[in-house]
């Protein structure tokens, strides 16, 4: 019987034959972590060895609180800075580069075949390109620094097949919605998601990066496309290291397979207060908002901006609006500048600020007041999560986010087009 | 065994209502974070919460972030553990990683409700109650070593000294 592309990414790191169900103990390509890492030396030191043990594989990007917002974060930053340096680690990303989950496959950490850690629950991310990648805590990836090791389940995997074709003003955000609000916020609790089927060579690499960092939503361990030429391509002149592309077998063992036709699927929102509190834009249209956010680890790459721009342009943002953009990664920024989605961003109103996190987990950068209303392109929807407890989320598509900044109300973008 | 009263959630109790965002990147002591425990989903929590006391909730308890202060700030205002129908990946790791115990039933997290004095034998897997004794599931083999060290810290601690030697 074949496998999947868990199963071989993980059994051959483990140099043994692995099915799903089985414990490995492997040695990590890659170990990331953001401004948490002060939190992670603070840990690391209690474990009474001086050196990390393979500097090489730490990646380290500040994107949480950039620049830092109070002294607190600056002090954190400072720790972070100087034990870089006494450690030697070599991949260490400043406040200008971006938010980690752009950085790293810009950057060409993230490989097909490649196990890839991260101190972040959004580190299944790096699955759009066919790395085995998922999210840990503080604690284990401090031993991890100091260990070159971790323990994993290989878990079992649920297969999406994606048949049909999104209409225009639809996008992988909506997608991924309309699969969390149908199945719900643990669908694939513990488990691989694999995006299959015959459309799946259809979604871009960003398409791609959405559908792997929303699958984080589903309660996935990994969530990943097979690496394709698409991906292959997109690689090329970016990749750090040589790697060895795996795909799942045809006679790979699912523990589910889920259809989805792509055909007639419309604009999603997730409501108030969970990501799986799914609706058609539609069915809430009209509610007034007060800010909207473009951005994230979700929803900020070039593409994200452009097809919010496509509906800014020769718009206005509404008076009762403000509208943050955050291009996901220098690289992001300085393309849509090139391009002009963001002179057509900052024409019609909107406030640009530095790539990162910005104010998705409610620490700095245009958190909500009470009764407030943020529509936003990031991946949770949490009470509180951006500010007043009694402040409402609502995630969208950048399409949707910008239609709804034009009118000042949720909007269903396929309106402006 | 261990004596305590049962908090009773729902579903989908997340970590940014556990332990709120705002709060993530700073660094605190064990006891602030026990001040934070809860906030956003029960504001009245952290100050009446007693050691031993345990969460009761329902499916995926967890979700969302990786930040490890979930786990963290429930151990530091006494939680002894937490039962739920099924926890998030990160969170189950997080716990264990942390020496929290996590503990899966379906039928505890049915029957038990606000206010229910339990008693918790680890050993023995068992939950019980005046609306009956409840079994939970074995924690995988793989994490035993890790929770008999008393957390990962320790766990690793050792693993590198023996290595050394």
């Given at each position: 019987m074949g496998k999947t592309l868990t199963e071989k990414v993980l059994g051959r790191k483990a140099g043994q034959d692995v099915r799903a169900g089985e414990v490995v103990t492997v040695s990590p390509d890659y170990v990331l972590s953001h401004d948490n890492s002060a939190a992670i030396i603070k840990e690391f030191r209690k474990l009474g060895v001086k050196k990390v043990k393979a500097p090489g594989k730490i990646v380290i990007v500040l994107d949480h609180i950039v620049p830092a917002a109070d002294e607190k974060y600056a002090q954190n930053h400072k720790s972070i800075r100087e034990f870089v340096a006494e450690q030697g680690i070599p991949n260490f990303f400043d406040i200008n580069a971006g938010i980690c989950h752009q950085v790293l496959p810009e950057q060409g950490f993230a490989l097909p075949g490649l196990v890839i850690v991260g101190s972040d629950s959004h580190t299944p991310s790096y699955g759009?390109?066919?790395?085995?990648?998922?999210?840990?805590?503080?604690?284990?990836?401090?031993?991890?620094?100091?260990?070159?090791?971790?323990?994993?389940?290989?878990?079992?995997t649920m297969r999406i097949d994606l048949s049909g074709r999104m209409a225009p003003g639809v996008s992988a955000k909506d997608l991924s919605l309309k699969l969390i609000g149908d199945h719900g916020a643990e669908m694939a609790n513990y488990k691989a998601v694999e995006f299959a089927g015959p459309s799946a060579h259809d979604?871009?690499?960003?398409?791609?990066?959405?559908?792997?960092?929303?699958?984080?939503?589903?309660?996935?361990?990994?969530?990943?496309?097979?690496?394709?030429?698409?991906?292959l391509k997109w690689l090329e002149g970016r990749a750090r290291q040589p790697f060895v592309a795996v795909s799942s077998d045809p006679d790979a063992s699912y523990e589910s397979v889920l259809a989805c036709n792509l055909d007639g699927l419309e604009p999603q929102i997730a409501c108030p207060h969970t990501v799986d509190n799914v609706k058609p834009v539609a069915a809430v249209a009209g509610?007034?908002?007060?800010?909207?956010?473009?951005?994230?680890?979700?929803?900020?790459?070039?593409?994200?901006?452009?097809?919010?721009?496509?509906?800014?342009?020769?718009?206005?943002?509404?008076?009762?609006?403000?509208?943050?953009?955050?291009?996901?990664?220098?690289?992001?920024?300085r393309e849509a500048l090139k391009s002009g989605a963001l002179a057509v961003l900052v024409d019609a109103g909107c406030v640009i600020l530095n790539s990162g996190c910005g104010p998705c987990l409610g620490a700095h950068e245009g958190l909500l007041a009470e009764g407030e209303v943020c529509l936003s392109t990031s991946n949770r929807?949490?009470?509180?999560?951006?500010?007043h407890r009694d402040s409402e989320i609502y995630l969208a598509s950048p399409a949707t986010a910008a239609a709804s900044a034009v009118t000042g109300k949720i909007t269903d973008p396929r309106e402006f087009s | 065994?261990?004596?305590?009263?049962?908090?009773?959630?729902?579903?989908?109790?997340?970590?940014?209502?556990?332990?709120?965002?705002?709060?993530?990147?700073?660094?605190?002591?064990?006891?602030?974070?026990?001040?934070?425990?809860?906030?956003d989903l029960d504001p009245g929590f952290a100050a009446t919460v007693k050691p031993g006391d345990v969460i009761v909730a329902g499916k995926n308890f967890g979700c969302g972030s990786s930040r490890e202060q979930a786990a963290a700030c429930l151990k530091a205002a006494g939680v002894q553990a937490v039962v739920a129908k099924s926890f998030a990946r990160?969170?189950?790791?997080?716990?264990?990683?942390?020496?929290?115990a996590v503990l899966?039933?379906?039928?505890?997290?049915?029957?038990?409700?606000?206010?229910?004095?339990?008693?918790?034998?680890?050993?023995?897997?068992?939950?019980?109650?005046?609306?009956?004794?409840?079994?939970?599931?074995?924690?995988?083999?793989?994490?035993?070593?890790?929770?008999e060290a008393g957390g990962l810290i320790e766990y690793t601690k050792r693993k590198l000294e023996e290595e050394q030697e």
């Open positions: 759009a390109l066919g790395a085995f990648a998922t999210g840990i805590g503080r604690t284990e990836t401090a031993c991890t620094w100091a260990t070159d090791e971790i323990w994993l389940r290989v878990p079992e979604f871009s690499v960003g398409a791609r990066l959405t559908m792997a960092n929303m699958s984080a939503e589903m309660g996935a361990k990994n969530g990943y496309f097979n690496p394709d030429d698409k991906a509610k007034p908002v007060n800010q909207v956010l473009i951005g994230t680890c979700t929803n900020g790459r070039l593409e994200d901006l452009e097809a919010a721009a496509a509906i800014f342009k020769g718009r206005k943002v509404h008076p009762s609006v403000r509208v943050l953009v955050i291009p996901a990664s220098w690289s992001v920024y929807n949490f009470r509180g999560r951006m500010g | 065994m261990s004596h305590g009263i049962v908090w009773k959630y729902g579903d989908n109790v997340n970590t940014d209502v556990i332990f709120p965002g705002r709060y993530t990147y700073q660094i605190m002591a064990p006891e602030e974070m026990a001040r934070h425990a809860m906030e990160i969170y189950f790791r997080n716990a264990i990683n942390l020496g929290l899966q039933s379906d039928e505890a997290a049915e029957r038990l409700e606000t206010g229910d004095p339990i008693d918790i034998d680890l050993a023995r897997g068992e939950i019980r109650s005046a609306k009956g004794t409840f079994h939970f599931l074995p924690l995988p083999a793989s994490v035993i070593g890790i929770i």
